[in-house]
């Protein structure tokens, strides 16, 4: 059906950077929004950043001029570019695709992302 496969996760520490991407594969037709979630231990999932398939974009205000969201629509990519990490961006972070196909949202299996002190 549809897969999000996530990618550059890994330890890092504060004040380093790390690039995260999401493939989107399968019976795809056309993504509406596509995303970034994270969830830390003991805490509920998070937005992060999304975009739209015109661009637009949101973040979360504890990222903001940190963080920054692309995607490629022709490939069905989406890049997280995270600067100036902190220890309280350790969690699982999840890519997250609405396919209008479905009407339905997809998840990717995670990836662990851990900024030492």
């Known amino acids: 059906q549809v897969q999000l496969v996530e990618s550059g996760g890994g330890l890092v520490q504060a004040g380093g950077s790390l690039r995260l991407s999401c493939v989107a594969s399968?019976?795809?037709?056309?993504?509406?929004?596509m995303g970034w979630y994270r969830q830390a231990p003991g805490k509920q999932r998070e937005l992060v950043a999304r975009?739209?398939?015109?661009?637009?974009?949101n973040y979360a205000d504890s990222v903001k001029g940190r963080f920054t969201i692309s995607r490629d629509n022709a490939k069905n990519t989406v890049n997280l570019q995270m600067n100036t990490l902190k220890p309280e961006d350790t969690a699982v972070y999840y890519c997250?695709?609405?396919?209008?196909?479905?009407?339905?949202?997809?998840w990717g299996q995670g990836t662990q992302v851990t900024v030492s002190s």
């Open positions: 997250n695709a609405h396919i209008l196909l479905y009407r339905n949202e997809f």
């Open positions: 399968g019976n795809i037709l056309r993504i509406n929004y």
């Open positions: 975009i739209d398939s015109g661009g637009d974009t």
